[in-house]
């Protein structure tokens, strides 16, 4: 889960409700609160519930080193049972190695560097993990090891107590060969009789270990009978409660590093779990900016797998941004609960708007409605047609032949005859057409005459003679006369191809409303959100939206008690709480702790040791 807001928007009343309602679920969680106020409420809400909690009181570990110090051992080593190479010396080793890396980044990111700083500082990290190292190393008869105030003394040969520190390191450094290089550098650095070059190689690192061995750190580094087990805790669903605001005896770089090394411990009882005996533990960080890292970033990519659940809280995308480090991707992937109050910052609004109301966005696809040719319809078109005519017509034809034939004929004949004829004769004819339709019928008359005269004469004797004369005359009248009327009706079938169209919905390439319209939209609400209202993005339920939270109303007000009353019986319970643990001490015994360590010292041989060295050792 990722919080992103302002301040005073809502983000810790948020944790607040979360922890509660964890409490009343018995989960186990744990709240690394850098202003102390939540994890006080939460306090006193557990004291509020103390009767209901039952056995579960006891599992309560309230961390507030301005108030009470607590023993904390980053060098503790206990083997993992279902790992054999842990029980065994060189398994221990490497798990020291390791170690003094992830306390040199936490020291690192505690004092306000980032490690991709620190890490171009070779001889630094050198040193630093060199020193580690050898305050670390435990004394196998004894299961002990040094605390972090000694490492300041193995850094300066000229301390009065450096050969007794040294002499107690020595025996356990040279055994195994990571241990011999950083004897190796101890006993350079010894042998370097100029203070200047001395301070040269190790004054980067002498300035860091100062700023960390503060009177409160020192004594809660400082090796104990007892100390806080936090797998323990882990396994069992505990609650831890860190208060780690600044004060005016407790600084906000000692809380920045007690934070992270509590996250350390943490992670690494979570993975030291058996899979069959896991079970979700829910660790919450606000001001989640103090603990960026990539130790952080690689536990947002594997915490689910060992059922630990992150929950963190910060102001805005720039807080995962530390240098070279950039979480903003991993965050955002990795995370799916997101929530924001307002920002009040347009890029950064704008960004958690494209990232977080993803699925607010309206990605409906603009549609233009076009007419789309889509082949042909064949009409049969019906056509009419009528017509009425009248005709008529008259005619006359006249005609005349006359015609004359003469001829001669002459012979001789033994004979004579003479006769003469006539021959008269008419003739008449009549003729009827009837054309089609429904004209009058049409007649041709003609008459004709005919004579003929013939006169024969002969003479007998031989010789005949003949003359024929023939004369024609004929006239010819034709009259023609013709009417007619006629009407006709039609009816005539034609196929037309007629083109045919249809309505289609058609995608213009653009969505209804733009992405950077309702892009912007969002950002304006994220920036007008009003205090204890947020946007909640939910990725394995779909869900997105704006909410209000609820308010938090003080139990011990609801119950009509009296702050006295309230005050009472949250100091009964913080009693209770201290003295359930035993790695809770007062500062009195703090005291008599550093007595314990310089009389120890003083007694420690002073001797000198050989400092000589079998080859050069690079600084």
């Not at 090394?261 to 943490?266: D, F, P, Q, S, T």
Request: with cysteine; proline share 4%.
């Amino acid at each position: 889960m990722a919080i992103f807001g302002g301040t005073r928007r809502g983000k810790s009343k948020l944790f607040e409700l979360i922890g509660r309602q964890l409490i009343d679920q018995e989960r186990g969680f744990a709240f690394i609160d850098p202003h102390s106020d939540t994890a006080d409420d939460l306090f006193a809400y557990l004291a509020y519930s103390k009767n209901e909690l039952g056995y579960r009181a006891k599992n309560i570990h309230y961390i507030n080193p301005h108030e009470k110090l607590f023993a904390y051992d980053p060098f503790h080593y206990e083997p993992d049972p279902n790992d054999p190479i842990s029980m065994t010396r060189q398994g221990y080793y490497e798990w020291l190695y390791a170690k003094c890396l992830d306390l040199s980044a936490i020291i690192t990111r505690g004092l306000g560097e980032t490690e991709a700083e620190a890490s171009k500082q070779v001889r630094l990290q050198r040193w630093i993990g060199a020193v580690l190292y050898a305050i670390g190393i435990r004394d196998e008869s004894t299961d002990k090891h040094l605390g972090l105030a000694e490492a300041l003394i193995l850094l300066d040969p000229s301390d009065e107590r450096f050969t007794s520190v040294f002499r107690i390191v020595e025996g356990r450094l040279d055994t195994h060969s990571q241990g011999i290089d950083v004897l190796n550098r101890l006993r350079l650095l010894k042998s370097v009789k100029d203070p200047i070059r001395r301070e040269g190689w190790v004054e980067s690192t002498i300035n860091r270990i100062q700023r960390v061995v503060s009177p409160i750190l020192r004594n809660i580094f400082n090796p104990r009978a007892e100390r806080i087990d936090f797998r323990k805790i882990v396994a069992s669903g505990g609650i831890i409660l860190a208060a780690l605001g600044k004060t005016r005896r407790f600084h906000q770089s000692e809380g920045r590093i007690v934070g992270g090394l509590i996250i350390r411990e943490l992670t690494d009882a979570v993975m030291s779990i058996r899979r069959e005996e896991r079970r979700r533990f829910y660790l919450m960080i606000d001001e989640a900016q103090n603990y960026i890292g990539e130790d952080l970033m690689h536990l947002l990519k594997e915490s689910g797998k060992y059922r630990f659940t992150l929950g963190l809280a910060m102001q805005s995308l720039d807080n995962l941004k530390h240098g070279e480090i950039d979480l903003t991707e991993t965050v955002l992937g990795q995370c799916d609960i997101r929530i924001t109050f307002q920002q009040k910052y347009k890029p950064i609004a704008e960004e958690l708007a494209e990232s977080l109301a993803y699925r607010l966005l309206d990605f409906t696809p603009l549609i233009h409605e076009v007419q789309r040719h889509a082949g042909y319809d064949f009409i049969v078109t019906p056509s009419f047609g009528r017509s009425a005519g009248e005709t008529e017509s008259h005619g006359t034809s006249e005609g005349a032949s006359i015609g004359t034939s003469t001829g001669y004929t002459e012979g001789t004949s033994y004979g004579w005859s003479e006769g003469s004829g006539s021959s008269v004769g008419s003739n008449v004819s009549q003729s009827t057409h009837i054309p089609g339709g429904d004209g009058n019928p049409s007649s041709t008359f003609g008459d004709g005459t005919s004579a003929v005269e013939s006169v024969n004469r002969g003479t007998t004797g031989g010789t005949t003679s003949q003359r024929s004369t023939v004369n024609s005359t004929g006239t010819n009248t034709t009259k023609s006369s013709s009417e007619g009327k006629s009407r006709s009706s039609s009816v005539t079938l034609s196929v037309s191809p007629i083109a045919k169209y249809e309505l289609v919905e058609q995608r213009t390439g653009s969505l209804t409303r733009s992405l950077d319209w309702q892009v912007s939209e969002l950002t304006n609400a994220f920036q007008r959100l009003p205090p204890q209202h947020c946007f909640l993005a939910v990725d394995p339920l779909g869900l997105a939206s704006f909410v209000r939270i609820a308010d938090v109303i003080d139990p011990f007000s609801l119950r009509g008690d009296s702050a006295e009353e309230k005050a009472h019986a949250i100091k009964i319970f913080k009693e209770f709480i201290y003295e359930t643990h035993g790695y809770f001490f007062d500062r009195s015994e703090e005291t008599e702790m550093l007595a314990d360590y310089t009389l120890r010292f003083r007694n420690a041989s002073d001797e000198p040791l050989d400092s000589s060295m079998s080859g050069p050792f690079e600084l």
